[in-house]
T-cell receptor, first 117, second 110 residues
Framework: GAVVSQHPSWVICKSGTSVKIECRSL??????MFWYRQFPKQSLMLMAT?????????EQGVEKDKFLINHASLTLSTLTVTSAHPEDSSFYIC?????????????FGPGTRLTVT | DAKTTQPNSMESNEEEPVHLPCNHS???????IHWYRQLPSQGPEYVIH???SNVNNRMASLAIAEDRKSSTLILHRATLRDAAVYYC???????????FGKGTTLSVSS
């Protein structure tokens, strides 16, 4: 099946610094990728939809200036958490849909655990 | 997308079948029923999906009620590796984001 990777798998940063998380589709080109956030014992929350070559669409309540999304190529989307604070500590997960075919299946990355100290 | 309701948790013994229910009474005619599962500290993975007819694949079976207001994910022989959170999600447009509810946490005992 299709593979989506994320890097890094975990990161610890100090409060006030910025962190970049990469999401790559390894064996297909993804025109659309999605970013989710998951707090402990909770479900996944959609943060934004990332379209290649255009601006991301953010869900209500997600600060676009804090969570910068760039989808510069068909295989790479990045999420940058700017001026991170302890409350941004979470599990960040990306997913992608392969164009063509039935496109019913979304492929998820393994997630990135961010801890802000 | 219409909302789904699932039990918070279920328990099973290894090697036994597991039936995970999902209610979706406000489902529309174009909503597909998707099931994903999430193992601890991992991203979700696709399990199965269907529209009206029952579906089988190597992982599970999906039984859809005739009125489509409910469905059941069937794991024929649970293993310890099946312990996960199972999400039942409705989506009416391919390629759009999946919206996750709380899901059912399945525990499997040996």
């Amino acid at each position: 099946g299709a593979v989506v990777s994320q890097h890094p798998s975990w990161v610890i940063c100090k409060s006030g610094t910025s962190v970049k998380i990469e999401c790559r589709s390894l064996d297909f080109q993804a025109t659309t990728m999605f970013w989710y956030r998951q707090f402990p014992k909770q479900s996944l929350m959609l943060m934004a939809t990332s379209n290649e070559g255009s601006k991301a669409t953010y869900e209500q309540g997600v600060e676009k200036d804090k969570f910068l999304i760039n989808h510069a190529s068909l295989t790479l989307s990045t999420l940058t958490v700017t001026s991170a604070h302890p409350e941004d500590s979470s599990f960040y997960i990306c997913s992608a849909t392969r164009p063509g075919g039935s496109s019913y299946e979304q492929y998820f990355g393994p997630g990135t655990r961010l801890t802000v100290t | 997308d219409a909302k789904t309701t699932q039990p918070n948790s279920m328990e099973s013994n290894e090697e036994e079948p597991v039936h995970l229910p999902c209610n979706h009474s406000t489902i529309s005619g174009t909503d597909y029923i998707h099931w994903y599962r999430q193992l601890p500290s991992q991203g979700p993975e696709y399990v199965i999906h269907g529209l009206t007819s029952n579906v089988n694949n190597r992982m599970a079976s999906l039984a859809i009620a005739e009125d489509r207001k409910s469905s059941t994910l069937i794991l024929h022989r649970a293993t310890l590796r099946d312990a996960a959170v199972y999400y039942c999600i409705l989506r009416n447009q391919a390629g759009t984001a999946l919206i996750f509810g709380k899901g059912t946490t399945l525990s499997v005992s040996s």
